[in-house]
T-cell receptor
Framework: GAVVSQHPSRVICKSGTSVKIECRSL??????MFWYRQFPKQSLMLMATSNEGSKATYEQGVEKDKFLINHASLTLSTLTVTSAHPEDSSFYIC????????????FGQGTRLTVV | DAKTTQPTSMDCAEGRAANLPCNHSTISGNEYVYWYRQIHSQGPQYIIHGLKNNETNEMASLIITEDRKSSTLILPHATLRDTAVYYCIVRFPTGANNLFFGTGTRLTVIP
């Protein structure tokens, strides 16, 4: 099946710094990728939709200036958490799928961000 | 996308069949039922999906009621590695692939 790779799998950063997370589709092209956030013991929450060559679409309540998304190629989307704070500590997950009818979404392995 | 309702948690003995129910009473005619699972600290994994016919693959079987208002995911011989949170999602097959996850069912397979 299709593979989505996410990097890094775990990162610890200091409060006030920025962290970049990469999401790659390894064997298919994805014009659209999705970023989710998951707090402990909670479900995944969609943060934003990353669109290749255009601006990302953010879900209500997600600050676009804090969570910068870049989708510069058909196989790579990046999420940058700017000026990170401890409350941004979470599990961040990306997904992608070929935009065809009736195909499932494939998920990266997730990135555990801890802001200290 | 239609809303789904799942039990919060279930236990299953190792080697036995795990039957995970999902209610989706507001499903529309063109919406599919998808199942994903998430093992602790990993990204979700696709399991199976269907429209109205029962489906089976190497991982599981999906039984959808005739009125399509509910479905059951069946893991025929549960193993300890099947311990995970299982999400039932109803969505249209076309368009963007963003998924809205509910709370899911936490399945614990007991030795």
């Amino acid at each position: 099946g299709a593979v989505v790779s996410q990097h890094p799998s775990r990162v610890i950063c200091k409060s006030g710094t920025s962290v970049k997370i990469e999401c790659r589709s390894l064997d298919f092209q994805a014009t659209t990728m999705f970023w989710y956030r998951q707090f402990p013991k909670q479900s995944l929450m969609l943060m934003a939709t990353s669109n290749e060559g255009s601006k990302a679409t953010y879900e209500q309540g997600v600050e676009k200036d804090k969570f910068l998304i870049n989708h510069a190629s058909l196989t790579l989307s990046t999420l940058t958490v700017t000026s990170a704070h401890p409350e941004d500590s979470s599990f961040y997950i990306c997904s992608a799928g070929e935009t065809l009818q009736n195909t499932e979404a494939f998920f990266g392995q997730g990135t555990r961000l801890t802001v200290v | 996308d239609a809303k789904t309702t799942q039990p919060t948690s279930m236990d299953c003995a190792e080697g036995r069949a795990a039957n995970l129910p999902c209610n989706h009473s507001t499903i529309s005619g063109n919406e599919y039922v998808y199942w994903y699972r998430q093992i602790h600290s990993q990204g979700p994994q696709y399991i199976i999906h269907g429209l109205k016919n029962n489906e089976t693959n190497e991982m599981a079987s999906l039984i959808i009621t005739e009125d399509r208002k509910s479905s059951t995911l069946i893991l025929p011989h549960a193993t300890l590695r099947d311990t995970a949170v299982y999400y039932c999602i109803v969505r249209f097959p076309t368009g963007a692939n963003n998924l809205f996850f509910g709370t899911g069912t936490r399945l614990t397979v007991i030795p």
